[in-house]
């Protein structure tokens, strides 16, 4: 099983918003609605901030949001802030009942 | 509160074994998919394994570079899962989570580090 695609660094400006992008196959990705996103800071463990493709947990902001189209999924951040600088990590089910991670994505604030 | 608490860890030689064990709390343990993801120093997170629950058989799956080589198991009452690692390799060196899966992995714990060194 591959990871799944994502850039290794996208950037923005406070105020701004950023997509990354998280592309996979017809055997994950495209497979289910099983797509989640994580955010990690250094140091720290990886926190829940999508799931099911596009449905957030209680306390994450309304400023992440998540879509899907085809094998490619995306992670929107509007309204930058300076503590949304992180790793993102995109996640999903596959067909053969396991799990694959994307390589991740560094975000910085500008 | 959900917590998740991994220990174990350490540093061990190639070709040796490790246990780590990671201890639940705060929900029904039994009720749920139990997974391990590592993370290399300096690089990405990876899956490494599942456990179901005992109502789906308790069956296990893993990623296919530590397939045949670790092993996942689960101590309902207890709320303990393990993860049995055997001929370790220097690829192997990681922080190890312990998550709660339920197709998206809502609960880690704060993970344990592994290095594998001669």
């Known amino acids: 099983q591959s990871a799944l695609t994502q850039p290794a660094s996208v950037s923005g400006s406070p105020g701004q918003s950023i997509t990354i992008s998280c592309t996979g196959t017809s055997s994950d990705v495209g497979y289910y609605n099983y797509v989640s996103w994580y955010q990690q800071h250094p140091g720290k463990a990886p926190k829940l901030m999508i799931y099911d493709v596009s449905n957030r947990p209680s306390g994450v902001s309304n400023r992440f949001s998540g879509s899907k189209s085809g094998n490619t999924a995306s992670l929107t951040i509007s309204g930058l802030q300076a503590e949304d600088e992180a790793d993102y990590y995109c996640s999903s089910y596959t067909s053969s009942s396991t799990r694959v991670f994307g390589g991740g994505t560094k975000l910085t604030v500008l | ?118």
Do not use: H
């Open chain 2, 1 to 118: 509160e959900v917590q998740l608490v991994e220990s174990g860890g350490g540093l061990v030689q190639p070709g040796r074994s490790l246990r780590l064990s990671c201890t639940a709390s705060g929900f029904t343990f039994g009720d749920y998919v139990m997974s391990w993801v590592r993370q290399a120093p300096g690089k990405g997170l990876e899956w490494v394994g599942f456990i179901r629950s005992k109502t789906y058989g308790g069956t296990t799956e893993y990623a296919a570079s530590v397939k045949g080589r670790f092993t996942i198991s689960r101590d309902d009452s207890k709320s303990i899962a393990y993860l049995q690692m055997n001929s370790l390799k220097t690829e192997d060196t990681a922080v190890y989570y312990c998550t709660r899966d339920r197709g998206r992995f809502d609960y880690w714990g704060q993970g344990t580090l592994v290095t594998v060194s001669s």
